[in-house]
């Protein structure tokens, strides 16, 4: 047997591993061809739950209707109707009383006039307001207009104490101050005066003149500028010690204050104050 038939014959061992090898080959083939090799991924079983009503939550929501918005009449807002459109009850209660007079609002403007409802509010509900298409201009209906009845001015210079805090912000204190100061002057020619008190806040001031007024310039004893002494000029309020000098150092080089216009020629003069200072002086 030469070499070249020597390399076709095998042991039987060595043909057992080819008939492997050639089986492992053909099972190889085979299983790429019917095998799907494609990933495929895997999720918990609870995860899968939640997907599937997901899922389900979002085909709801694409079926879900629209929400549509109806126009409606505002004179015939329900108590219901007005706490879902965001109307307080006060608002709401304005509006059934001025339907119970039987008149109609036939405008946003009207309506809010009427309730009083805010800016804001009134920008997002008048939106779906609609008034019957009879309204005519001629026919409108004004608002209700609540006028607060006011009390007669008291005399400021009549005033009791108990008159005097009965405005709200003023007490013991600032009504004793008032008098106090009345008395001092001889009364008050001006409710301005009333800022020179000291305590009483502007918005105070604003009130006291609301309720009372100088009804006549009462007749206070006059100081005699010309004449009254330094000491005699610092004893009235609007003085001090140092304008009373000043006073008395013009009057006695330009000669005698004659009127109101030369006590702006005084050094230091509250010009702001002129024209009461004047009503309690004799030139």
């Known amino acids: 047997m030469n070499t070249f038939q020597s390399l076709f014959i095998f042991t039987r061992s060595q043909r057992n591993g080819l008939l492997l090898l050639v089986f492992l080959m053909v099972s190889v083939q085979l299983a790429y061809y019917f095998i799907d090799f494609n990933f495929v991924e895997t999720c918990p079983p609870e995860q899968a739950q939640w997907l599937a009503l997901e899922r389900k939550i979002d085909s709801f929501e694409r079926a879900k209707p629209k929400f549509q918005r109806f126009p409606y009449n505002p004179n015939f807002i329900s108590d219901a109707k007005g706490y879902k459109i965001g109307m ?15 008149q109609f609002v036939n405008s946003a403007a009207e309506f809010q006039s009427v309730t009083k409802v805010s800016d804001s509010l009134l920008a997002v509900i008048s939106a779906d307001f609609k008034f019957p298409d009879w309204v005519r201009k001629s026919r409108k209906v004004q608002a209700p207009v609540f006028r607060e009845e006011r009390k007669p001015q008291i005399d400021i210079n009549a005033a009791t104490k108990d008159e005097l805090m009965a405005v709200y912000g003023i007490g013991d204190a600032l009504s004793d101050r008032i008098l106090k100061q009345r008395d001092i002057l001889g ?61 008395v150092t013009c009057r006695s080089m330009n000669g005698a204050i004659r009127n109101a216009d030369d006590l702006k020629n005084i050094k230091n003069f509250p010009l702001d104050k002129i024209s009461i200072i004047a009503l309690y002086l004799e030139f």
């Open 88 to 102: 307080s009850v006060a608002e709401i209660d304005r509006l059934h009383a001025f339907r119970a007079q039987g």
């Open 187 to 247: 009364g008050f020619v001006s409710m301005d005066q009333m800022h020179d008190v000291w305590g009483l806040q502007g918005d105070v001031v604003e009130k006291l003149k609301q309720r009372f007024a100088v009804r006549a310039i009462p007749a206070v004893k006059k100081i005699k500028i010309n004449d009254a002494s330094i000491k005699e000029l610092a004893q009235f309020p609007y003085f001090r010690y140092a304008l009373a000098k000043e006073i």
